[in-house]
């Protein structure tokens, strides 16, 4: 059986700006607001809100579900994210 969410939620865009440009899709990092502490999980704060970017969730989707935009993340934050993801799946 094959279920089809439509659910949104949102995202952190974790695809470089020269891929954005000229791809349809992007590739995202969702975000819970499931506080539990995972080594894949990162918090972060958007839009007031306490959540976790979840890097175990990696995906790709078209950018037409893109359906608006929020904060950016801070430098900090950007700084883990990327260890996290290359502690992840690099090393």
């Known amino acids: 059986?094959?279920?089809?969410?439509?659910?949104?939620r949102p995202c952190v865009i974790i695809s470089p700006n020269e891929l954005n440009k000229y791809l349809k899709t992007i590739v995202v990092v969702p975000m819970t607001t499931n506080l539990n502490k995972y080594p894949t999980r990162i918090s972060v704060k958007s839009n007031g809100k306490n959540g976790m970017m979840a890097i175990d969730q990696i995906r790709t989707i078209d950018k037409s579900r893109i359906i608006k935009t929020f904060d950016k993340l801070k430098?900090?934050?950007?700084?883990?994210?990327?260890?996290?993801?290359?502690?992840t799946f690099v090393d």
Do not use: A, F, G
Not at 2 to 8: A, M, Q, S
Not at 75 to 87: G, Q, T, Y
């Open 1 to 8: 059986m094959v279920v089809k969410l439509k659910k949104t």
């Open 75 to 87: 430098n900090s934050e950007i700084r883990k994210l990327k260890d996290v993801i290359r502690e």
